[in-house]
């Protein structure tokens, strides 16, 4: 498969890594080579089989339209877009392409993410819920889209105001809580992430799955099948 990598960041470099180590073949377009996605063009999109964006928020939309305007299927783990959402599948929708976006494509979140959702209930039993979330000091967007997803979860339960606490320090590569506490007891849960491999191989897996497919997916909904 050939797969073209937008940035060339932490976890984008390892996905390139990654991506060789299973066979495929990898171009990697660098931010600064891409001004305005003025580097995707339809020459270079064409022999591509999937994109694979982890670039930054202040980018992400022109890229994603640059390659839906060609339909080229595209994997965004960029997150600070999700305003524009519903704009971005209807116009998948509209073209017949295929696109797979997500805050994390760790298979452990994931998993989280169910384990936020199973207790999702206690909201509606006197619990308070608390977000808090750690990452390296050079990330640019707080909340992480990680923390976002968490809280959208508790908050489709609950009309309570969720709180959400960032932190920004040194090289922690991601760790996220979730405390639910009751005047009787209190509820901790954890991911804390130990390298940034396990989401560069949840990315390139989902490149591997939207590969020839159509449609808009959230990698949440997707990853078991991965």
Avoid at 3 to 21: D, F
Avoid at 102 to 113: A, E, Q, T
Avoid at 135 to 146: L, R, V
């Amino acid at each position: 498969m050939k797969i073209l990598l937008l940035g060339a960041g932490k976890t984008g470099s390892l996905v390139a890594e990654v991506a060789r180590e299973r066979g495929h073949a990898v171009m990697v377009l660098r931010s600064a080579d891409n001004a305005h996605a003025s580097g995707l063009t339809r020459e270079l999109l064409t022999p591509i089989d999937v994109v694979v964006d982890f670039t930054t928020p202040d980018c992400v939309l022109e890229n994603i339209r640059a390659c839906l305007a060609v339909k080229k299927n595209i994997v965004v783990g960029t997150t600070g877009w999700y305003a524009e959402i519903p704009k971005i599948r209807a116009d998948v929708e509209s073209l017949g392409s295929g696109f797979l976006y997500g805050s994390n494509f760790s298979i452990g979140i994931n998993l989280f993410f169910d384990l936020v959702q199973t207790s999702a209930p206690a909201l509606q039993h006197n619990y308070l819920p608390h977000i808090y979330e750690r990452h390296h000091a050079q990330k640019k967007d707080a909340p992480s889209g990680t923390a976002v997803t968490i809280q959208n979860i508790l908050q489709k339960n609950s009309d309570l105001e969720i709180e959400v606490t960032s932190f920004r320090e040194g090289e922690v590569v991601g760790m996220h809580e979730v405390v639910l506490d009751s005047t009787h007891d209190t509820i901790y849960l954890c991911h804390d992430a130990k390298s940034r491999r396990g989401f560069a191989e949840g990315a390139l897996r989902a490149a591997e799955w939207i590969a020839g497919k159509k449609g808009f997916y959230h990698f949440k909904d997707v990853w078991r099948e991965v």
